[in-house]
């Protein structure tokens, strides 16, 4: 049959019957006969010794299985693992407990457990347990912890210093002395919350007929969390099943091993009966990771025509009470290694300390270490165009890597795969029409009114990977991604991908590039992915990994099985294989294409080998685990352009233009909608998203209420356009799109609003730029 | 306490504590999974579901006070295996990604629709501030409403 070429096809996601129809198989929607609720007393004190826990209320209460304080789990979980040992960094790990034994550390530190017969009764009864604490001190500013006198959290962490992490390229000394300009700022990248619409949760069930374990969780790496959960609890990994088939957003959060599905797993074992706990939203935000909280001191060397000379930077990164899964590698390596960004800067200095307060754990949010540098950068490269009185874009293109220079080795010895910077500029500026634009800018000021024009000229590294790569960073995992490729009998086929896409819409997309590849229909291929018992290993979706390691894995897969399709139709047609040509899905002998079969004609014979010669093996299925030469450097140019009132410091968004290069695209609806969501994300931290802690520690925006993740009246539509460059580093050339849209938009914001801001003699504010900062900001400079 | 409530057609009728909320009531109850749970304040809209014929959010009414209504939730919007405009649109302009918020979005929707059939995109975006998207960045949420309204007006 004729098939038309998927690749680059909007074709609507098959994900979506399901979802709009209320058929989605989140965790929470699935039913155990016998199950238990579980429910997590938390610490409301940041830093305080545990002096005694009285169970006894909850215990007597009707309807309470069981209860459990830190001690009584103490032997039946390890300590929540570390999986990110930044080498050469003096890195100290201290014990993570899944419920704390003597000390909480911050506000959300689990402190007991109950089970019961349902959630009302668990919630009640996790109200009657009585703690008794001996408040200490707290620390929730990095800065503030390092201080000498500081609240100490370990004894073995001295002055709260987790590792001090060094990445130094070129001689910044003579850089620095030979400058022509020289800016020294303190940039502070807030802290904010992921919030996933779906909570985390998990329903743990342990047979005890078989000893095998089977949860339900929330995750974005299945294989990740099925090894984890194996290392606390020791079951061994062959008796633990992870399904998260479904999963309700991410952007980072639910990568990471929590307690609440370590603890949920323990007592499925010790009583033999399904477990399932459910966060609350306001668990969410204190007890599911941060992300970004660095406070960075950059140092910009440069020459009066704009070529920048080097940057060196000394960052403060927060990790919060204990070091989560990945943590450690986010400030560090996803960082230091972006700080020359799209330019040719040849030294890059970048010391890193990660300290411990008592504040929730940071890791990886949406960009993960990217959006820190970028933000950087971009905000330090337009300071030091107005210093210069030049126009942002000049600066820009003035250090720009020339497109002639790919494959680029940047100083601190990534390689950017491909690239020209210039063209998304271009491109748009064209869309904004950037010289009528500055002049309605002067024209409006004029008249009182204060248009803005910001500008992010970004790159970032995604599509994570490769393994080597990953051990030299000290990430204690490999970062290939799997594909197992199973032609049945008739023609169908299935694909076990380890990829666990939750919104990104793989299902489709790589479906798309099977029915291509194999010739096959769109409809003919399903998509298995979110089952370790199904999918024999995965890395997981984060990184913006998926398509570009995920997806190669497959097409390789897919490649094998064609191989061996034509080794078997050769034979039946009695030509050998290089005779053979394969179109629209059938093999036919070259110069005589009606002899021929088709791949459905290919499978059936690869199943029925009544003729199949010994050397070829019956059946068609193929395994593939792709781990690229490098990773992936997207690149673009996202223009904001914002109208700020001075008298009210509100922001006004007047247009959005984002022209990103991901490399080739497989479905641009799909692509479209990661730059939108990604965009909405930064764009939220530059003006409305801020987690904010009083001095003791206590979380202020813990709820939905409080923390200000925008409604749709708050964001403008955008514009989103795109160039595309290829990578070489996988067969279909495509680099990823998950996080573009978060690391470019912050600094295009705030640049924005700063640039609107330039005739008041504003400089830079502190995110997030809401209307009280800025007012101040103005009345200060007015004043 | 003993109520009876018609949910998507079917009526039941149940003993339930004077405590449990809407939304547990037609999640754990009638095993209608479908509405979901985001949040615990009202912020989020995900448990949106109509009430006689009006949205409101099963997580801030008790499963008492929906005693003797009608109810629809998300499973009952599709009417004769043909998707209701409103779901059409979110599959047609790609207005949702990881689909947890949709349920309550899509409910909204339908309940706004009926009463502004021909919104402008201020209007549709003033419409679901109550449902929080963390996905999408609501662009094309507010393109599969106007389908949906544009489907809608012309009788299809």
Same mark, same amino acid.
């Given at each position: ?61 009707? $309807? ?35 419920? +704390?034994?003597? *000390? ?6 689990? =402190? ?27 620390? =929730?500013?990095?800065? *503030? ?62 047979n005890p007929g078989t000893g095998e374990l089977t949860i339900w969780c929330t995750s974005q790496n299945p294989h990740v969390h099925r090894l984890l959960l194996s290392a606390v609890t020791g079951l061994p990994e062959t008796q633990i099943r992870v399904i998260a088939t479904d999963v309700g957003g991410g952007f980072g959060s639910k990568i990471p091993m929590y307690a609440g599905e370590m603890i949920a797993a323990a007592i499925s074992k010790e009583l033999g009966r399904p477990i399932k706990w459910i966060e609350t939203r306001q668990e969410n935000y204190v007890a599911t990771i941060h992300g970004r909280d660095h406070i960075q001191y950059v140092d910009i060397a440069a020459k009066r025509d704009g070529t920048i000379t080097a940057v060196r930077v000394r960052a403060y990164a927060n990790m919060g009470a204990y070091l989560s899964t990945a943590a450690p590698g986010v400030p560090t390596w996803l960082f230091g290694l972006m ?50 009185? #030049? ?62 024009? $910001? ?13 080597? +790569? ?78 570009? =390691? ?11 099985? *064609? ?11 009695? =030509? ?72 009210? $410091? ?29 965009i909405a994300q930064g764009l939220a931290q530059a003006v409305y998203e801020f987690a904010a802690y009083d001095q003791n520690g206590q979380l202020l925006t813990a709820s939905l209420m409080d923390y200000a993740i925008p409604k749709a009246s708050m964001l403008p539509a955008f514009t989103v356009d795109r160039t595309v460059t290829p990578t070489p580093v996988n067969p279909m050339g495509v680099k990823g799109a998950g996080e573009t849209g978060t690391i470019a938009s912050t600094p295009a914001v705030v640049n924005a609003v700063i640039d609107a801001l330039a005739p008041f003699g504003i400089e830079h504010i502190d995110m997030p730029l809401t209307p009280e900062r800025i007012w101040r900001a103005v009345r200060e400079r007015s004043a | 306490m003993q109520i009876t409530v018609t949910v998507n057609g079917v009526t039941y009728t149940h003993d339930v504590e004077p405590r449990l909320l809407l939304v547990h009531y037609l999640r ?76 309550? #979005?899509? #409910? ?39 389908? +949906?309204?544009? *489907?809608?007006?012309? $009788?299809?």
């Amino acid at each position: 049959m004729a098939v038309t070429k998927l690749f680059g096809a909007a074709v609507k996601r098959r994900e979506d019957p399901r979802l709009i129809t209320g058929r989605g198989n989140f965790t929470d929607h699935v039913r155990l006969p016998g199950t238990l609720v579980m429910a997590i007393k938390r610490s409301p004190h940041a830093h305080a010794r545990i002096v005694r826990i009285d169970t006894s209320k909850a215990r007597a209460m009707r $309807g309470v299985v069981a209860v459990y304080t830190g001690q009584d789990l103490a032997d039946k979980l390890a300590p929540v693992p570390c999986a990110w040992l930044i080498p050469d960094s003096d890195l100290k790990v201290p014990p993570y407990r899944a419920v +704390a034994v003597d *000390k909480v550390r911050y506000v959300g530190d689990a =402190v007991a457990v109950v089970v019961a017969e349902n959630r009302y009764i668990a919630q009640d009864a996790v109200d009657a347990i009585d703690v008794e604490y001996e408040p200490l001190p707290a620390v =929730v500013d990095q800065e *503030k912890a390092l201080e000498p006198g500081a609240p100490q959290l370990y004894d073995e962490v001295p002055n709260n210093l987790a590792f001090h992490w060094k990445l130094h390229a070129g001689d910044f000394d003579a850089a620095w002395n030979a400058a022509e300009v020289r800016l020294s700022r303190r940039l502070v990248n807030h802290r904010l919350i992921p919030t996933a619409m779906e909570p985390r949760g998990a329903l743990a069930a342990f047979n005890p007929g078989t000893g095998e374990l089977t949860i339900w969780c929330t995750s974005q790496n299945p294989h990740v969390h099925r090894l984890l959960l194996s290392a606390v609890t020791g079951l061994p990994e062959t008796q633990i099943r992870v399904i998260a088939t479904d999963v309700g957003g991410g952007f980072g959060s639910k990568i990471p091993m929590y307690a609440g599905e370590m603890i949920a797993a323990a007592i499925s074992k010790e009583l033999g009966r399904p477990i399932k706990w459910i966060e609350t939203r306001q668990e969410n935000y204190v007890a599911t990771i941060h992300g970004r909280d660095h406070i960075q001191y950059v140092d910009i060397a440069a020459k009066r025509d704009g070529t920048i000379t080097a940057v060196r930077v000394r960052a403060y990164a927060n990790m919060g009470a204990y070091l989560s899964t990945a943590a450690p590698g986010v400030p560090t390596w996803l960082f230091g290694l972006m700080l020359q960004g799209a330019y040719a800067i040849p030294v890059v200095h970048c010391d890193v300390y990660g300290v411990l307060t008592n504040t929730t754990p940071t890791d990886a949010y949406r960009g993960a270490g990217r959006p820190e540098a970028t933000y950087l950068l971009e905000r330090m490269i337009d300071i030091l165009a107005r210093e210069l009185g #030049m126009d942002p874009t000049e600066i820009r293109r003035k250090n720009f890597i020339p497109k002639d220079k790919f494959p680029y080795t940047t100083p601190t010895g990534l390689q950017y795969d491909s690239g020209d910077y210039e063209a998304t500029l271009d491109r748009a500026l064209e869309l904004v029409d950037y010289r009528t634009l500055r002049q309605q800018q002067a024209e409006l000021r004029q008249r009182g009114r204060y248009i803005g024009i $910001g500008f992010s000229t970004y790159v970032e590294v995604c599509g994570l990977a490769p393994s080597q +790569a990953a051990g030299a960073m000290g990430f204690q995992g490999g970062l290939w991604e799997s594909a197992t490729v199973r032609v049945h009998p008739t023609g169908k086929v299935t694909v076990f991908t380890g990829s666990n896409p939750h919104g990104q819409g793989e299902e489709t997309t790589f479906a798309q590039l099977v029915a291509d590849e194999l010739g096959v229909p769109f409809e003919d291929v399903e998509i298995v992915h979110g089952d370790t018992e199904m999918v024999p290993f995965g890395m997981g979706t984060y990184g913006s990994r998926s398509t570009a =390691v995920g997806g190669a894995a497959l097409v390789h897969a897919c490649r094998k099985v *064609k191989e061996k399709a034509q080794r078997i139709a050769a034979h039946l047609l009695e =030509v050998s294989p290089e005779d053979l040509a394969f179109e629209n899905g059938r093999f036919f002998v070259k110069g005589a294409p009606d002899r021929g079969m088709t791949f459905q004609e290919v499978a059936l014979q690869a199943y029925l080998a009544w003729k199949l010669p010994r050397d070829i093996e019956p059946g068609l299925e193929a395994t593939h685990f792709f781990d690229p030469v490098n990773n992936t450097f997207p690149f673009g140019c996202h223009i904001c352009v914002v109208e700020v009132d001075p008298e009210t $410091g509100k922001v006004d968004f007047l247009e959005y233009v984002a022209v990103d290069d991901v490399g080739n695209v497989i479905n641009p609806m799909i692509v479209d909608g990661q730059v939108h969501g990604g965009i909405a994300q930064g764009l939220a931290q530059a003006v409305y998203e801020f987690a904010a802690y009083d001095q003791n520690g206590q979380l202020l925006t813990a709820s939905l209420m409080d923390y200000a993740i925008p409604k749709a009246s708050m964001l403008p539509a955008f514009t989103v356009d795109r160039t595309v460059t290829p990578t070489p580093v996988n067969p279909m050339g495509v680099k990823g799109a998950g996080e573009t849209g978060t690391i470019a938009s912050t600094p295009a914001v705030v640049n924005a609003v700063i640039d609107a801001l330039a005739p008041f003699g504003i400089e830079h504010i502190d995110m997030p730029l809401t209307p009280e900062r800025i007012w101040r900001a103005v009345r200060e400079r007015s004043a | 306490m003993q109520i009876t409530v018609t949910v998507n057609g079917v009526t039941y009728t149940h003993d339930v504590e004077p405590r449990l909320l809407l939304v547990h009531y037609l999640r754990d109850v009638l095993n209608l999974t479908g509405t979901h749970i985001g949040c615990d304040t009202s912020q989020c809209g995900a448990c949106t579901v109509l009430m006689n014929g009006k949205a409101v959010k099963s997580c801030t009414i008790f499963a008492v006070q929906a005693d003797g209504a009608e109810i629809t939730t998300i499973e009952g919007l599709a009417r004769d295996g043909q998707l209701h405009p409103v779901q059409e649109g979110f599959w047609e302009k790609h207005g949702l990604q990881c689909g947890y918020c949709t349920p309550g #979005m899509i #409910m909204t929707a339908v309940d706004f629709l009926q009463r502004n059939p021909n919104p402008t995109e201020e209007e549709i975006r003033h419409a679901i501030e109550g449902n929080l998207c963390r996905c999408t960045g609501y662009q094309n949420i507010v393109r599969a409403i106007q389908y +949906a309204a544009e *489907k809608m007006r012309s $009788g299809s």
